[in-house]
């Protein structure tokens, strides 16, 4: 492992902040974390703070000795000074002299002594930083460390590395933790540095550099203590002589994972986040992955977010995917009795009142294909991947110096069911479209870039198809969605375009079949090219998008919605539109077939019929020539309608979007125009 260290880059850190009135104890914590953050080795996702001692004035003036450790929610990597929240040093360090304190107890007095009552809440393990004797403290749940210390002789390997270094057994994080380090500080006073073991390490000094630096020295000594052993510790399984394609099993995995929920046809799904390595490969295609993969977390923490394994899956079969489909829907209903039954046996043993979390696992192992991080949005799926990805580490290092131990299930528990976890879990809250996947066609602008950014905002994961790379980009990255240049008139470009949707969040529930464009002319007279073009794309070309997506909706097999914009013209065509009008119309033929056809399946088959709304089809200068002509203002002409009010793109997108949710309408058209008598539907 390297050092990260760069003078130069502290230095920049600290005039930055002291120019802010900082000062420099916070600004150099604040840099000496980030780049202990930006190590995935060392930290991930939570696992892992730091601390500098120092002293600051409240907001009456008065100075305090004071602890700034990192407050919880923030991320090391990217830490600000206000992620440090100051706490008063003595009170908090004197909690280690009390004979007992719960969880809940400790959070609400280390909150009463925050200088600022608006700070987040410092981190759970804040005492034990206080009781250090030194400035600087970093804590980190290094892979390397845990592969060592979860061995069955791993107190003697780290003894014989590190034969300084305090060694703690492994205690619950929080007050229990601290009350145990100060007993063995008190009785090791001149130890350098802590490993706790299966959890992390602890490097500590007046020197920040030095603390770091020590850090980064011992997690080099544990990598080097481990490339001694087998870097290929596992035996080959045999496998299928070919593997499916990614977008072929992710939607069936997908399917495989979903659950019913309280809304009849809107079952609880996930995103799936896919990874894959020769690390990976090595681990998930090894003949006993069942058994090292389900021994338990590197690092008890990992539990809040992944439970206490992963689901090793059937090695899948390209010749054979419904039978892997049958066997895989066995294994995850196994997964979900299994965790019962470990819940079961564990709250009891607590005490009961903890209320079950879902049992549906939050990584995949998959034979064959390598792992799937699962979750209830990319950001999440992302997390469970990474941690997964850091367990695949863990355990193949550690099984090839000796054989990788886990703490038992009671540790996990305890952990998992951790009562400030649940706390937060409680409050946390879902918004209407989380764990959906959307594909949004013609995105780039106008209404699809409209209906892109609502369905965002409603939590869908978004997919931002336009024919224009640039823009397709621009919404994307306005949103939070994935830009992909896609031509809908060309069947072999959809079917890839939707395969890298399925790839990157492991399936589709929602089209949004939106491009198009309003080709003109004669019906005597235009050119038959014209005529073929408008219908590639504004017939054709929802074709070729609504079938690439209802074979993935149909091998997820929870049901999905289809939501075309028909226009106007397709229910009232007009002079000189008759390329785009016929087109529309065998637009909204399509959809009912659709509609006939996948109901059956669950799948959902709605336009919306919408009129004069600006966009690019129908720009300003568009509307100010129409007015003119008929003698009236812009204004009038836009609120031309029965309720005498413009109908805008936002609008337009909020039907487009109860459509998507509707899941016991289908063959409709919803009509959003203010009222036009010519175009209703009946």
């Keep these: 492992m390297q050092s990260r260290w760069s003078s130069a880059e502290l230095d920049a850190v600290v005039k930055e902040y002291t120019a802010r009135g900082i000062g420099p104890d916070l600004a150099i914590r604040t840099y000496t974390t980030r780049i202990l953050g930006q190590e995935p080795k060392l930290v991930l996702h939570g696992g892992g703070n730091t601390s500098v001692k120092t002293r600051m004035e409240d907001a009456l003036g008065r100075e305090f000795d004071v602890l700034c450790v990192k407050g919880s929610g923030w991320d090391m990597g990217t830490i600000q000074p206000q992620g440090l929240p100051a706490v008063e040093l003595a009170p908090l360090a004197a909690l280690a002299d009390l004979p007992a304190l719960t969880?809940?107890?400790?959070?609400?007095?280390?909150?009463?002594?925050?200088?600022?009552?608006?700070?987040?809440?410092?981190?759970?393990?804040?005492?034990?930083?206080?009781?250090?004797?030194?400035?600087?403290?970093?804590?980190?749940?290094?892979?390397?460390?845990?592969?060592?210390?979860?061995?069955?002789?791993?107190?003697?390997?780290?003894?014989?590395?590190?034969?300084?270094?305090?060694?703690?057994?492994?205690?619950?994080?929080?007050?229990?933790?601290?009350?145990?380090?100060?007993?063995?500080?008190?009785?090791?006073?001149?130890?350098?540095?802590?490993?706790?073991?299966?959890?992390?390490?602890?490097?500590?000094?007046?020197?920040?550099?030095?603390?770091?630096?020590?850090?980064?020295?011992?997690?080099?000594?544990?990598?080097?203590?481990?490339?001694?052993?087998?870097?290929?510790?596992?035996?080959?399984?045999?496998?299928?002589?070919?593997?499916?394609?990614?977008?072929?099993?992710?939607?069936?995995?997908r399917g495989a994972l979903a659950r019913d929920s309280a809304v009849e046809g809107r079952p609880d799904r996930w995103v799936l986040a896919h990874r894959t390595s020769d690390e990976i490969r090595h681990f998930t295609d090894g003949a006993d992955l069942a058994d090292y993969a389900m021994r338990g977390n590197a690092t008890p923490d990992h539990s809040i977010r992944v439970k206490r394994f992963g689901m090793v899956t059937p090695a899948p079969d390209a010749a054979d995917?419904?039978?892997?489909?049958?066997?895989?829907?066995?294994?995850?209903?196994?997964?979900?009795?299994?965790?019962?039954?470990?819940?079961?046996?564990?709250?009891?043993?607590?005490?009961?009142?903890?209320?079950?979390?879902?049992?549906?696992?939050?990584?995949?192992?998959v034979p064959g294909a390598g792992l799937f991080g699962v979750g209830r949005t990319t950001a999440e799926a992302e997390i469970c991947a990474d941690i997964a990805e850091a367990t695949v580490n863990v355990i193949t290092r550690a099984e090839g110096i000796g054989r990788f131990t886990a703490l038992p299930e009671v540790d996990l528990f305890d952990i998992e069911y951790w009562s400030l976890e649940q706390a937060k879990l409680a409050k946390a809250t879902e918004k209407p479209l989380n764990r959906q996947v959307a594909i949004v066609t013609g995105a780039g602008s106008g209404l699809g870039r409209e209906v892109a950014r609502l369905l965002r905002a409603e939590g869908a994961e978004v997919a931002v198809f336009d024919i224009n790379r640039d823009s397709a980009e621009a919404t994307a990255k306005a949103i939070g969605g994935l830009a992909i240049a896609c031509d809908v008139t060309n069947p072999v470009a959809v079917d890839a375009a939707v395969a890298r949707v399925v790839e990157r969040f492991g399936g589709v529930d929602i089209l949004i079949s939106n491009a198009g464009a309003a080709f003109q002319g004669a019906l005597a007279t235009v050119a038959d090219e014209v005529f073929q073009k408008s219908f590639a794309l504004n017939m054709w070309g929802h074709h070729h998008m609504a079938r690439a997506v209802t074979r993935v909706m149909t091998a997820?097999?929870?049901?999905?919605?289809?939501?075309?914009?028909?226009?106007?013209?397709?229910?009232?065509?007009?002079?000189?539109?008759?390329?785009?009008?016929?087109?529309?119309a065998a637009l909204l033929a399509l959809m009912r077939q659709y509609a006939i056809e996948f109901g059956a399946a669950g799948i959902t088959s709605n336009a919306v019929n919408a009129d004069r709304i600006r966009t690019g089809l129908l720009t300003d200068a568009f509307v100010e020539e129409r007015s003119r002509a008929r003698g009236i203002s812009p204004e009038e002409y836009?609120?031309?309608?029965?309720?005498?009010?413009?109908?805008?793109?936002?609008?337009?997108?909020e039907a487009f979007v109860h459509l998507a949710k509707a899941t016991k309408t289908s063959g409709a058209v919803l009509t959003v125009d203010g009222g036009n008598v010519a175009a209703m539907v009946r």
Excluded at 638 to 653: F, K, P
């Design 321 to 365: 995917m419904p039978g892997f489909a049958t066997a895989l829907r066995a294994q995850v209903a196994r997964f979900a009795a299994d965790y019962r039954d470990y819940f079961d046996r564990n709250n009891t043993r607590a005490g009961g009142g903890f209320v079950m979390l879902d049992p549906v696992p939050r990584m995949v192992y």
């Design 638 to 653: 836009m609120r031309g309608n029965l309720v005498q009010r413009e109908v805008t793109a936002r609008d337009v997108a």
């Design 103 to 253: 969880d809940e107890g400790l959070v609400a007095a280390q909150r009463r002594m925050l200088l600022d009552p608006y700070a987040p809440n410092p981190s759970i393990e804040a005492v034990l930083h206080a009781i250090i004797p030194a400035q600087h403290v970093d804590h980190t749940h290094a892979n390397a460390i845990i592969s060592l210390t979860n061995q069955p002789d791993g107190e003697a390997i780290i003894r014989d590395l590190f034969p300084e270094t305090l060694i703690v057994p492994y205690v619950m994080p929080g007050f229990l933790l601290s009350k145990v380090c100060r007993r063995m500080l008190l009785e090791q006073p001149d130890t350098p540095h802590i490993i706790l073991m299966n959890h992390g390490i602890f490097t500590f000094n007046d020197d920040p550099r030095q603390s770091y630096e020590d850090m980064i020295r011992m997690c080099d000594m544990a990598e080097r203590r481990l490339d001694r052993g087998h870097a290929r510790p596992f035996g080959a399984a045999a496998l299928p002589a070919k593997a499916p394609a990614l977008a072929d099993l992710a939607p069936i995995l």
């Design 556 to 584: 997820q097999n929870t049901g999905g919605a289809l939501v075309f914009n028909v226009s106007k013209q397709a229910l009232n065509p007009g002079p000189d539109f008759g390329p785009y009008g016929t087109a529309k």
